[in-house]
């Protein structure tokens, strides 16, 4: 990808940055009720960043990977509903599915730890020789692992697909791959309203990392108006994103649709390159800014490109005032390492 090499040579001379507003205390999800997860989302810090990697722009993050360090980002969004309702009907267990990198498995057998469920995980693929960092992480927070071959997960979307593998569902409650479903739209539509009630200057956009859309969709519902939403597909997948946001977000998609920046993809799902690695380790470094490599960098690195497209064109106006969700996903960043032969980052 040509596009994507022009920027490493300003990387050399270190920018100049300065992080404000940014308390990075640890704090965990406690407890299972809306008002406790409300509250955890107001206290979510919007992180302001000065910094001659965005120029021209008022880049501000709002750090939704610290909403809790383990059931993090949008994950944590998108379980909420389904683990109070599962509770609600008396189940005791969570069944879903995805990779062996998921973050949506991860996050779900934190929380399921977290908050007294069983869990059980039907991840995709036969079982390999070692587990991943995060399948054993899932172990470790005591997930039950069911492995299928590739051509039986293709059947997830299947009503019964569960049981179809052997999982008794008597008293479990299956979230879908990633969390998509409705109580998963619900979860970041509460996303969209907090920040609408708690964003600390008036923003002009809003920029999120796509994967199946659901994100961009609820968020496109729940935002307010005054805001414009711009999503990176991080997959060459624009128009499942689009159709998937349509169907989550509803009429007030259909009314103002969001942005779908197609063209930052790296190549395809997890595809990364070595101008995107060293963008992360800038960002890191100079930003105090750590993305994942499959979602949150893309989405960063297309905020570069546009700041640099916007300058090429001299325009001159008022200064853009952006927010960059931060949408957690960073134990997936094991998975490039250990790809590489790295230790753990
Ligand atoms: C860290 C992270 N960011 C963004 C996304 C994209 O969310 P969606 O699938 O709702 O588009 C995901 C996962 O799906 C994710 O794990």
Redo the contacts with the bound molecule.
Sequence with gaps: MEKHSYHLASYHSPPKVQVSGLNEVIRYLTELTLDAFVEAARNVPYQQIESDLFPGIDLWVRRDDLIDPIIS???AY?LLYNLIEAREQGKDTIVTCGGAWS??IHATAAAGQRFGFKTVGIIRGEHPPALSAMLQDAERFGMELRFVSRSEYRRRHEPGFPESIGVDMARSWFVPE???NQQ?AKG?MLLGNVIGETCPVPFDQCW?????????GALAASLPASIELV?VA?LKADKS?AT?AAEWGGSKVALQPPILITDGHFGGYGKTSGALEDFQNVAAQQAGLNL?H???AKATYSIVRTCSHNRQKDEIGDTPRVLLLH???LQ?ARGLASSKGLGLV
């Excluded at 999120?208 to 961009?216: D, E, H, K, Q, R």
């Design positions: 980002g949008n994950k998108k973050n949506h990633g969390g998509a998963g970041v999120v990392p796509c994967g199946t859309g659901l994100t961009l999503g991080v994103i998937a994942d499959v979602y949150t949408t957690g996903g997936g």
